[in-house]
């Protein structure tokens, strides 16, 4: 209770320091993160409070997307819960028989030392309030096993579902979602580790000529195809993802502008040396082209910035002429 009390009054004071309004929702992520339970969460917000990101209502508002609001993942959580209290419920009840057991079993002594009178009856009492603890405990194993069965299958359901949750279904990719968590965690480590961390963010050109001519059917298996050719081509430590439409990311850790570069040039080479082709009647679709913008995370900087750079420089590609790899760095701080 104490503690509980103590995460609530510093979930109210960091509501009062960010000048955010107490809100259920601006709450529930403050105090989850004082009480440091989900750590997911800890990890992004401590990130961006390291980063002096802007702590605003919809920042709040991403966290709690992120993080809390997932029905799948909340309803296996829920049954979790139920499952723990009844199996709990159980316990408390076998406790209360074996209490009721342990005072028969002392009124039967009491009773003996005072003579043998009425033993038989208390004999038999006694042997029926252990036939009656025994049945019950055997009861009560199997239930908890049960139990213990379906927390495991309840398991097994929030781990897929939270799978779901962060997977692309077209191009079988993680996701936005699950990319925003992945670019706060990586740029954590690189703070900490000093390492470089690039980013690639990847477009399809011309992709709206792409389902205009050839239909969305066509297109979908163009996004398909990328994304098999990003992740073929994605070193065993990048984390790429579908962005968003005909946008692609990939996060590159560890990994100099220079060989960020490199990288993207690779991907960029392997799809414009396809000749695509529909399957009916073999006719001519040409070959699908990407431009890329590249940038290096400056430690420290807001996550925002970073994307920004990389998508100014994936615009620069295009407006240079597509299929082709930019690079932008990071505009030098001058002290006053």
Same mark, same amino acid.
């Given at each position: 209770?104490a503690?509980?009390t ?25 105090y989850?993160?004082?009480?440091g ?14 980063n002096r $990101?802007?702590?605003?209502?919809i920042m ?10 997932i ?7 829920r ?6 209290r009844?199996?709990a419920g159980?316990i408390?009840?076998?406790g209360?028989?074996?209490?009721r ?5 002392s009124? @039967? ?9 009425g033993?038989?009856?208390l004999?038999?009492r ?8 025994s ?10 096993n049960?139990?213990?069965? $379906? ?8 781990a897929?579902a ?13 996701? $936005? ?13 690189a ?7 690039c980013?690639l963010?990847?477009d ?5 000529? @792409? ?6 059917i066509?297109?979908?298996a163009?996004i ?8 073929q ?5 990048a ?25 993207g ?9 396809? $000749?695509?082709?529909l399957?009916?009647?073999?006719e001519?679709?040409?070959? @699908?082209?990407v431009?890329?913008?590249a ?5 420290g ?17 295009k407006?240079q ?7 932008? @760095?990071?505009a030098?701080i001058?002290?006053?």
């Amino acid at each position: 209770m104490a503690a509980a009390t103590a995460h609530g009054e510093a979930a109210a004071g960091s509501m009062r320091r960010f000048g955010l309004p107490p809100t259920p929702l601006n709450y529930t992520i403050w105090y989850e993160f004082h009480a440091g339970r989900n750590l997911g969460l800890t990890r992004a917000l401590s990130v961006a409070l390291s980063n002096r $990101r802007s702590i605003n209502s919809i920042m709040m508002a991403e966290l709690h997307d992120l993080f809390f609001t997932i029905a799948p993942e909340r309803e296996a959580a829920r049954e979790a819960r139920a499952t723990l209290r009844e199996a709990a419920g159980r316990i408390l009840e076998a406790g209360a028989d074996a209490q009721r057991y342990g005072e028969t079993l002392s009124e @039967v002594a009491e009773t003996m030392d005072e003579g043998t009178v009425g033993l038989t009856s208390l004999i038999t009492r006694l042997a029926s309030e252990t036939a009656t603890l025994s049945a019950k405990s055997a009861r009560l194993g199997l239930e908890l096993n049960a139990s213990g069965d $379906r927390i495991v299958a309840l398991e097994k359901q929030l781990a897929a579902a939270q799978q779901v949750s962060m997977t692309d279904p077209l191009t079988a990719l993680p996701n $936005r979602r699950a990319f925003d968590a992945m670019i706060l965690e990586h740029a954590g480590q690189a703070m900490n580790s000093g390492r470089d961390l690039c980013l690639l963010m990847i477009d399809i050109d011309h992709f709206k000529r @792409v389902n205009d001519v050839w239909g969305h059917i066509v297109g979908d298996a163009v996004i398909r195809l990328v994304a098999a050719t990003i992740a073929q081509h994605a070193p065993e430590q990048a984390r790429a993802a579908r962005y968003g439409g005909e946008e692609f990311a990939m996060l590159l850790p560890a990994t100099s502008l220079h060989h960020a570069r490199i990288r993207g040039e690779t991907v960029r080479t392997a799809l414009a040396a396809r $000749r695509l082709s529909l399957r009916a009647n073999a006719e001519p679709i040409g070959s @699908v082209t990407v431009s890329i913008g590249a940038a290096r995370y400056e430690p420290g900087e807001p996550i925002g910035a970073w994307i920004e750079r990389a998508d100014a420089a994936l615009y620069r590609a295009k407006q240079q002429g597509r299929n082709r790899v930019v690079t932008l @760095v990071a505009a030098p701080i001058i002290a006053d």
